[in-house]
């Protein structure tokens, strides 16, 4: 899609600090990160929301790259993963957001453990 930031990061039109990335997905570090890991999943391919996915495989590339950081950056330990849609979208391209370790919000659940 024309103009999507998340679209330029995974054609390499835009940088990011790239973490992973093959040929379906892109995962790159937040620029307004809330927690001290905060790393971006995003399909290559344009998708507005969840619901627009019409390729099984992208799901699955999607939850491949999240298992491979989790192991790479050895996050077992603890961490969320956090899907957003709707109006709590920031960016209209479907992405999760992978958190760990303290988070900006005290009262947050992952702080507590």
């Known amino acids: 899609m024309e103009n999507c ?10 940088s990011a600090q790239i973490a992973l990335e093959n040929d379906d997905v892109i995962a790159f570090k937040s620029i307004a990160p809330i927690a001290q890991t905060h790393l971006l999943i995003v ?8 619901i627009d996915i019409d390729d099984p495989k992208i799901m699955f590339a999607m939850k491949e790259a ?11 330990g603890g961490y969320k993963l956090v899907f957003n849609g709707g109006r709590y979208q920031e960016v209209p391209h479907v992405h999760w957001h992978l958190l760990s370790g303290e988070l900006e919000n005290n009262s947050d659940l992952l702080n507590k453990l």
Not at 66 to 76: F, I, P, R
């Open 43 to 50: 399909p290559k391919k344009h998708y507005k929301a969840v």
């Open 5 to 14: 930031i998340f679209c330029k990061i995974g054609s390499h039109e835009a």
């Open 66 to 76: 999240v298992s491979s950081l989790v192991a790479t950056l050895n996050l077992s």
